[in-house]
Nanobody, 115 residues
C-alpha cells in the first residue's frame, strides 16, 4: 500500500495563502485533496491524474487553488490562495490507481482561516 505523508497547513488570516504537500512512497495515477469541516460532508477540493496530469478543481476553490506535482519527489502540492474562513477544515490527500477509488490516505492537516 502506498504511504502518503502530508505537510503544510496551519493558521492564516483571510486573504492569505498556504501550501500543502503530499509525498507518496511511489507514483500514483490519481492524487486528490479532500477537506472536511466539522458538521460538514467531506468535499473533494482538487485532483491531478494521469501521465498527462489532468487537473480537476471543485467549484468552491476554482480560481483560488492550484495543484501541481514534482514527479522526481512523488509529491503533490496544493497551493491555496485568497483563503476565506469557509476554507477552514481538515485537509487530506488521497491516492489511487484510478480516480474512482482512493485506497491510500494521508494523515490529515488542519487549515484554519480566521482573523
Amino acid at each position: 500500500q502506498v504511504q502518503l505523508v502530508q505537510s503544510g497547513g496551519g493558521s492564516v488570516q483571510p486573504g492569505g495563502s498556504l501550501r500543502l504537500s503530499c509525498t507518496a512512497s511511489r507514483y500514483m495515477f490519481c492524487v486528490a485533496w479532500f477537506r472536511q469541516a466539522p458538521g460538514k460532508e467531506r468535499e473533494e477540493v482538487a485532483r491531478i491524474f494521469g501521465r498527462s496530469r489532468g487537473i480537476y478543481f471543485g467549484d468552491s476553490v476554482k480560481g483560488r487553488f492550484t495543484i501541481s506535482q514534482d514527479n522526481a519527489k512523488n509529491t503533490v502540492y496544493l497551493q491555496m490562495n485568497s483563503l476565506t474562513p469557509e476554507d477552514s477544515a481538515m485537509y487530506y490527500c488521497a491516492a489511487g490507481g484510478d480516480c474512482d477509488y482512493f485506497g491510500s490516505w494521508g494523515q490529515g492537516t488542519q487549515v484554519t482561516v480566521s482573523l
